[in-house]
């Protein structure tokens, strides 16, 4: 009888295990781990029990991590869409000492108001969990936040976003984070200092080259950083070979993939306004970023966008007044404070 009690209590704790451990981690190179249970979360690393083992990962190689409990934790706010609700629940999971609760609520808060365009308070959460946590897995978060805000304006916002990726590459260096965090920011401040064609394509060179065995995301993103400039010099051919390379890549982030249909889009809107066909498949590649990669930058949805417009317009097929029409409303509703915006608001 005693034997049969702890077969069942067994069969219990065991069940139990395996529903806490349901939490998700997305590092940057593609990879899933899954049926995890995520313990912390600091600058250094990110720490997590699979099975009956403990387990860790550098944090420069995580991109994303999803908890169970965070959903219902915060369900009240995220189901009403209230980021000064959840500002202060995630205060309240501070002051409960779950930090990664904490900063993960906080972090989702500023998103939450920088997509209601109130960029003031979404830096000052992402401040304040910066203040409260300087070592968090996320601080790396308040200067990509930043960055993309700041670039987002585009040339308005080039000096702030220089300001934010030097202050980036100086914590991390000064504090001696894991590696990838300084080539993000080399990366970040390559693309706030654009010098001459060469000297800029020779820095995202030497970037991918660097980053590509230990952070692939900034490899990517780099490359396609690198096929802009070569499109823009009118090196097609170069340019076309790696937004194909990424675009048919597995793996790869949301934003390099969003970069690689904008990138091939815009050659094909290059090939002339009385190329029919061009125009139509540009239009695609376009419609692609906002279908397949809605979780991509802010500024690169806005650009997808306003590049649709012209491609709508200048192809002229059935219901391309529509298109134009609900590519302009959703520009101007969702990313109305771009600099993409304005330009389609001036008839540029």
């Known amino acids: 009888m005693k034997s049969s009690i702890l077969a069942v209590l067994s069969v219990g704790i065991l069940a139990l295990c395996a529903a806490a451990q349901n939490d998700r981690i997305h ?16 600058i250094r690393d990110l720490k997590y029990a699979k099975g009956g083992s403990s387990q860790s990962v550098s ?11 965070f959903s219902d934790t915060f ?35 500023a998103i939450m108001f920088f997509d209601q365009g109130k960029a003031a308070e979404a830096v000052a959460a992402l401040e304040e969990m910066q203040k409260a946590l300087p070592e968090a897995g996320l601080v790396p978060e308040v200067y990509r936040q930043k960055f993309e805000y700041y670039l987002g304006l585009g040339a308005s916002g080039v000096g702030n976003a220089g300001k934010v990726a ?16 300084a080539l993000e920011a080399n990366f970040f401040g390559a693309l706030a200092d654009r010098a001459d064609p060469k000297t800029f394509q020779s820095k995202l060179r030497s970037i991918v080259d660097n980053a590509s065995g230990t952070n692939p995301a900034i490899a ?11 499109r823009e010099t009118k090196d097609a051919a170069g340019a076309r070979k790696i937004y194909e390379d990424l675009a048919a890549k597995d793996g790869v982030d949301v934003n390099s993939r969003a970069g690689a249909y904008l990138g ?4 094909l809107l290059d090939e002339g306004a009385a190329n029919k066909e061009a125009n139509r498949a540009a239009l695609m590649m376009f419609l692609r970023v906002r279908l397949e990669t809605r ?14 417009i012209q491609a709508a317009d200048r192809w002229k097929g059935g219901e391309y007044q529509f298109i134009m029409a609900r590519c302009r409303g959703v520009l101007f509703n969702e990313f109305g404070r771009t600099e993409w915006a304005q330009r389609a608001k001036a008839g540029r």
């Open 220 to 230: 990517n993103r780099a490359n396609v950083q690198l096929a802009h400039s070569l």
């Open 75 to 109: 369900r009240r706010a995220l189901s009403n869409r209230d980021p000064e609700v959840l500002l202060t629940m995630a205060r309240e999971q501070l002051k409960a000492k779950d930090n990664l609760l904490g900063q993960l609520g906080l972090h989702r808060a």
């Open 166 to 181: 030097k202050a980036y590459l100086d914590a991390a260096q000064g504090n001696a984070w894991p590696p990838g965090f």
């Open 27 to 42: 590092l940057n190179d593609g990879t899933v781990v899954d049926g995890v249970r995520v313990t912390s979360f600091d």
């Open 295 to 308: 979780d991509a930058w802010s500024n690169l949805q806005a650009e997808a966008l306003y590049n649709a």
């Open 59 to 69: 944090s420069d190689k995580v991109a994303k991590i999803e908890l169970s409990k």
């Open 264 to 267: 091939l889009g815009l050659l």
